[in-house]
């Protein structure tokens, strides 16, 4: 079975080259001013959204010396949203949408005062601010396929 994708930080490389440039010095984790960046059981840096967001300030990339984050790479991480949306299940939650500065998030009223989620993964920076604040821990991010990348976020 294939191992689910890792969320490093912004300018990352695909896993076998990651590894090899990454030194583990935690200077980009020292860097972010998000607080975001983790260390994996591996030592790697790994993003957490738990605590906040990534601003893609950059400030990761600019710190890593050993030249393991590349600001050209694009992101590739995008919102995805399970079943367990609390508005699937009939009950009056937006919480994610006020927390959504690119309103990629979007209601659709429907009868009885209740509404259907929507998410616009063209407008979704894959920033990750909806993670945190959805009580229902709804919302992850997932990798998009390089060539789906037509335009920057
Ligand atoms: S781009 Fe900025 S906010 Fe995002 S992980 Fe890097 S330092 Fe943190
Ligand atoms: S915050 Fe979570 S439960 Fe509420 S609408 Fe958004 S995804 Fe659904
Ligand atoms: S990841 Fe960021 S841009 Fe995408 S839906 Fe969540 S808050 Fe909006």
């Known amino acids: ?9 912004p300018g990352a490389s695909g896993e076998i080259a990651f590894h090899d440039a990454c030194t583990q010095c935690g200077d980009c984790a020292r860097a972010c001013p998000e607080e975001i960046i983790m260390r994996d059981k591996e030592g790697l840096p790994v993003l957490s959204f738990a605590n906040g967001e990534c601003t893609f300030c950059n400030a990761c990339i600019d710190a890593c010396e050993p030249g393991a984050l590349n600001a050209e790479l694009p992101w590739l991480w995008r919102a995805q949203v399970a079943n367990t949306c609390l508005s699937d299940q009939g009950v009056h939650c937006r919480t994610c949408q006020d927390f959504c500065d690119a309103r990629a998030i979007g209601f659709q009223l ?5 509404a259907d989620m929507s998410l616009d993964r063209d407008s979704c920076t894959g920033c990750g601010a909806c993670i945190a604040p959805c009580p229902v821990g709804a919302i992850t991010l997932v ?5 789906t990348e ?4």
């Not at 079975?1 to 930080?9: I, S, T």
């Not at 990798?143 to 060539?147: A, F, R, V, Y």
């Not at 037509?150 to 976020?153: E, K, L, S």
Request: net charge positive; with cysteine.
């Open 1 to 9: 079975m294939n191992e689910a994708p890792v969320q490093r930080p």
């Open 143 to 147: 990798q998009i396929k390089p060539e």
């Open 150 to 153: 037509a335009r920057p976020c």
């Open 110 to 114: 429907k009868p009885g005062g209740l």
